[in-house]
């Protein structure tokens, strides 16, 4: 559990970071690969892991722009990484603005 917003801000930074460099290796035809057959295709779990925490984060009732979780996969790798570079800075600018340390003491159900 995080006591400060300076703590999480610096974590979720470095681990923002390195997701940055993961969707950073897709390219437009690596989209449409299958992890599996029958499953996701990495077009789709890349955009699920960008859409998933926006949408989590507004649970809490944080305000910031993000794509809406249910929404299609954009079909160019720029894009996905571009959305998720965007979000990440929003949702970092908003926590820093609307939050405060007391804000990380309060419990929020987020399913």
Do not use: C
Not at 37 to 44: A, I, M, S
């Amino acid at each position: 559990m995080y006591t400060s917003l300076q703590n999480f801000i610096a974590e979720y930074t470095n681990e923002a970071e390195g997701t940055q460099r993961l969707l950073d290796l897709l390219t437009d035809a690596s989209l449409k690969q299958e992890v599996m057959p029958g499953y996701r295709t990495l077009g789709r779990l890349a955009w699920h892991i960008v859409t998933t925490i926006p949408d989590m984060l507004h649970r809490t009732g944080l305000k910031f722009d993000a794509p809406y979780e249910h929404t299609e996969p954009p079909a160019s790798a720029a894009e996905i990484v571009s959305t998720y570079r965007t979000a990440v800075q929003s949702m970092l600018d908003a926590i820093r603005t609307q939050w405060t340390d007391e804000t990380l003491l309060e419990e929020v159900d987020l399913l």
